[in-house]
């Protein structure tokens, strides 16, 4: 039995339907980052919310006609992005909203831009606590 209750694997939450369309291989984007974009829009449109499970890998990618690895790729982008929390065996939950994960998207790209011009971490960490 799990110690974290969140990621029991045995735990009757029930888990969101998401009306997730297939993504199209015409689109310029790359498939994990459509994927990505597809969950994020069921998320902020209330298909699924913070706490609730979403349906594993395998069930999306049938459902979204692209391959398990493609999901668990965008899956990751999201996790990186505050916007899910990837449990012990397959559990997937909702783990913010979109502002928060808008946030944090912000966030990494000012960080990057900043370590490109030079900036270190704990410098461009003062320029945001003297901007408050």
Do not use: C
């Amino acid at each position: 039995m799990s110690s974290n209750p969140e990621f029991d694997r045995t735990d009757t939450t029930p888990e969101a339907t998401l009306s997730l369309p297939p993504v199209s291989r015409a689109k310029p984007a790359p498939l994990h980052e459509q994927v990505a974009a597809e969950i994020r829009r069921a998320i902020a449109e209330g298909e699924a919310k913070p706490g609730q499970r979403i349906p594993q890998a395998r069930d999306l990618a049938a459902e979204l006609g692209v391959n398990s690895n493609t999901v668990l790729r965008a899956l990751r982008m999201l996790r990186d992005e505050g916007l899910v929390e990837m449990g012990r065996g397959r559990s997937i939950r909702v783990a913010g909203t979109q502002e928060r994960s808008l946030v944090l998207t912000r966030a990494t790209e000012l960080l990057e831009f900043a370590r490109k011009q030079g900036y270190e971490r704990d410098e461009l960490i003062a320029i945001l606590s003297s901007l408050s």
